[in-house]
């Protein structure tokens, strides 16, 4: 082989390597934590897997929207849904922090804030955000970048009021490039006494809309989940699938830094997509 040769297959080499990290990227996101059972499983008659151990074991970060309630001291869930190991919430958020895991705000009350705005006010809606960004601080030592309001839903006034306080509000709306769009997982469909999960399969159905997304040429994806026993069970299976499908798993502010308005293909500006579609 000659010299000639050899550079040129180092530049392809450079060049495929560099596409296949920046191209395919997914982060994974979980909403509602801190929960500890969740997290770090459960054992006795009825034993569950963590999701901490699944996504350490796959070699996985992703960013948690945790809710500001459960930063508080000796707190470690809902009593009645939730199973108490004995650790704390805080206690599980700095492991989390500790293990490389980013923390972001899912609002401190976790309540539909169009209707607390009509009740309360704007500022009790901001309030509530900047409450819970004060609660991962504490935590985490750093101001959370990312908001991702419950159910999505965040009155315009209030939403341009935390853009200018500089935040960055995750959404399923149309009017986002595809890439910043999040995908919904529908994952709390499969949680409860009666679970309505999509069908065939959670994995299936969240591949199905990663999917249909490719076809429009985009292959930058976030993946919205809930801290839930059942999304911890299926999580395996999607993580495997993808990565053999050439995806690589980073956390959400590196999505943002490679995906950022500026930095996505025409592809991603597309505005055909309807949301239920992602």
């Known amino acids: 082989m000659t010299r000639k040769t050899f550079t040129l297959l180092s530049l392809l080499c450079l060049t495929t390597v560099s596409a296949f990290s920046t191209d395919k990227l997914v982060a994974l996101t ?22 901490i151990s699944v996504l350490d074991s796959n070699g ?5 929207f945790v809710v500001g309630w459960r930063l508080t001291p000796k707190t470690w869930g809902e009593p009645r849904h939730e199973e108490n190991i004995g650790v704390t919430c805080i206690d599980a958020a700095e492991q989390l922090v500790q293990r490389g895991y980013e923390l972001e705000d899912h609002t401190y009350s976790h309540i539909e ?3 607390a705005e009509s ?3 704007e500022q ?9 960004a004060e609660a991962i601080k504490a935590v985490t030592g750093t101001q959370p970048q990312f908001v ?7 009155p315009d006034d209030a939403r341009q009021d935390l853009e200018r306080q500089g935040y960055r509000l995750l959404t399923i709306s149309s009017e986002n490039p595809i890439g910043l769009r999040d995908i919904n997982s529908l994952d709390y469909l499969c949680a409860g006494r009666n679970p309505a999960c999509p069908k065939p399969s959670l994995a299936d159905s969240v591949l199905k809309q990663i999917e249909q997304r490719e076809k429009h040429g985009v292959y930058t994806h976030i993946l919205a989940f809930h801290e ?7 999580m395996p299976e999607l993580i495997t699938t993808l990565k053999a499908r050439g995806y690589r798993f ?17 592809a991603d500006k597309l505005a055909t997509l309807t949301p239920s579609a992602n």
């Not at 839930?228 to 299926?234: D, G, I, P, Q, R």
Request: glycine share 10%.
């Open 60 to 64: 996985v970060k992703a960013t948690f």
């Open 30 to 51: 979980f909403d509602d934590g801190p929960r500890p059972y969740v997290l770090f499983g459960t054992k006795g008659d009825h034993p569950r897997p963590g999701l």
């Open 250 to 266: 980073v956390t959400l502010s590196e999505y943002m830094h490679l995906v950022a308005p500026g930095n996505h293909s025409p």
């Open 148 to 154: 991702r309001p419950p159910d999505w839903i965040m």
């Open 124 to 132: 009790w809606v901001v309030g509530d955000v900047n409450r819970g």
């Open 119 to 121: 009740k309360r006010g």
């Open 228 to 234: 839930l026993s059942s999304t911890t069970a299926m």
């Open 113 to 115: 804030l169009r209707t």
